[in-house]
């Protein structure tokens, strides 16, 4: 490479410091990160909270532990995309810790799947689908019922 800028090089004669002034002046593009509007983000909310209405309803009159875990792995996958790692972590956060302390309040509480002391809180809709941290949107289970649904956590 070196070679073909050299001033001895008949193709780039007479014009050899202009092509390098040229190639230190390129810089790398950074893609900007897309982001979404508040709004955008009530939208997503509200899209998980209309999804899991008939989920909840399917859940609660489900009557076996298998059908119940079915359920929760079919919801994983909404029909819809995966959204950016922006709206990944915003779907993540719990802002006010109003979900937790809901959570910490109950103390000690069974899975819902199956009997076994819950360990594992759950997104039903995940968040690389725009799954917000809500309570309507989680779920407390034990690590058993948790790696049934998702099998990478096997691994
Ligand atoms: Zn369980
Ligand atoms: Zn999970």
Request: charged share 25%; proline share 7%; aromatic share 10%.
């Amino acid at each position: 490479m070196t070679l073909l800028y050299h001033y001895s090089n008949p193709v780039f004669k007479g014009k050899p410091w202009a092509i390098e002034e040229g190639r230190k002046k390129k810089k790398k593009h950074k893609p900007a990160r897309i982001k979404i509007s508040n709004q955008q983000f009530r939208d997503l909310v509200k899209r998980t909270q209309d999804y899991l209405v008939p989920f909840w309803d399917r859940f609660n009159s489900a009557e076996t532990d298998e059908a119940r875990l079915s359920l929760l792995r079919a919801y994983s996958v909404p029909p819809w995309k995966r959204v950016s790692q922006h709206v990944r972590r915003l779907c993540r956060k719990d802002p006010h810790h109003q979900v937790s302390a809901l959570f910490d309040s109950l103390g000690l509480v069974k899975c819902a799947t199956c009997d076994d002391p819950a360990e594992n809180k759950h997104h039903i809709v995940p968040c690389c689908f725009g799954g917000p941290t809500i309570s309507v949107n989680l779920i407390l289970i034990c690590e058993k019922c948790h790696e049934s649904i998702h099998p990478w956590m096997a691994q």
